[in-house]
């Protein structure tokens, strides 16, 4: 979700495992993360989805740019358990910010 000329990983669907492995990559290539946290699972059994809060410290590697974040995964699933879709709500304009070495603490 997003404009995807914030960050190469917005506004973009990945498809299969190719697009997983591509998805990944490309994070792990531009950002790193610390202490990841979870909370606040949601599982709602009808709709084959899991919903969860998530908090972390992310860093985008290339400007030393990082910031604190609540984000939000949300996944679906087909009837043999396997992953249809994994959807991540996050701030993409911190992303963006960071990015462009733009993002400071005192702001």
């Given amino acids: 979700h997003g404009l995807q000329r914030l960050a190469p990983f917005l506004g973009r669907i ?3 495992q190719e697009g997983v ?3 990944f990559t490309i994070i792990s290539d531009l950002l790193s993360y610390d202490d990841m946290k979870f909370s606040d699972y949601i599982v709602d059994v009808d709709a084959s989805t899991v919903s969860v ?3 972390a ?3 985008w590697k290339s400007t030393g740019n990082s910031w604190e ?3 939000t995964y949300r996944l ?3 009837d043999e358990a396997k992953v249809l879709a994994y959807e991540v709500w996050a701030d993409s304009g911190a ?3 960071a990015s462009k070495g733009l993002l400071h603490d005192e702001e």
């Fill in 57 to 59: 410290t992310f860093l």
């Fill in 21 to 23: 492995k591509q998805y």
């Fill in 69 to 71: 974040e609540v984000f």
């Fill in 53 to 55: 809060r998530g908090e």
């Fill in 76 to 78: 679906r699933f087909d």
């Fill in 14 to 16: 990945f498809v299969g």
């Fill in 95 to 97: 992303a963006f910010l």
